[in-house]
């Protein structure tokens, strides 16, 4: 069962999430569950106060909610994300800046994808951390095919996200970055 999405139409929910800090606040949120600004801070290292101005500007774009339910009191504040995933196509964004907009994402996206991959082909010390490569398949698909097999891809993703969610000090939170395109023409790329 493919998860829900929902299509970003408003440029500035795009820059709201283009922000690194954001993008990652989303992961962790995506990854963890519901968290506090003080255990966001402590994820990425920054201060409580920086972590708590992000969370509120991904609720002012309709990202992130307040979790009154898992609050400890009245003034205690917990967030998560809001249900389902978020679809962008460059023609569903509409209005001034809608351009900007989605090249400042795509870069940002695509520039996060560049350190992954650099990261996996670099040569590394051994570590205590286990990194999985998994370097390249070629499969023959029909879009169909294709269709089906990255719904699959997501549906697993999606199991494991539930199954791990939670914040286990024994855990850390890992990227997982699929592609499946096209293979590239022998005259692409020159």
Not at 71 to 91: F, N, Q, S
Not at 117 to 132: I, N, S
Request: proline share 6%.
């Amino acid at each position: 069962m493919a998860r829900e999405t929902r299509r970003v139409h408003d440029p500035k929910v795009l820059r709201a999430i283009a922000h690194p800090a954001r993008s990652r606040i989303l992961d962790e949120l995506h990854a963890s569950g519901p968290l506090r600004a003080a255990d966001v801070a402590r994820l990425l290292d920054v201060p409580a106060n920086q972590a708590s101005f992000h969370l509120r500007q991904l609720a002012k774009y309709g990202l992130v909610e307040p979790a009154p339910e898992l609050a400890k009191d009245g003034r205690d504040r917990v967030w998560r994300t809001v249900p389902g995933g978020l679809r962008l196509d460059d023609e569903d964004l509409e209005g001034p800046g809608a351009k900007a907009a989605h090249t400042i994402f795509m870069d940002q996206k695509a520039a996060f994808a560049r350190v992954m991959v650099d990261r996996a082909f670099a040569p590394r010390k051994r570590t205590k951390e286990a990194a999985y490569v998994a370097l390249m398949d070629a499969l023959r698909l029909s879009k169909e095919e294709g269709d089906e097999f990255m719904t699959e891809v997501s549906d697993l993703v999606d199991r494991w996200s539930k199954k791990t969610r939670g914040t286990d000090p024994h855990r850390k939170t890992y990227a997982f970055l699929s592609l499946v395109q096209p293979y590239p023409e022998a005259d692409e790329g020159k």
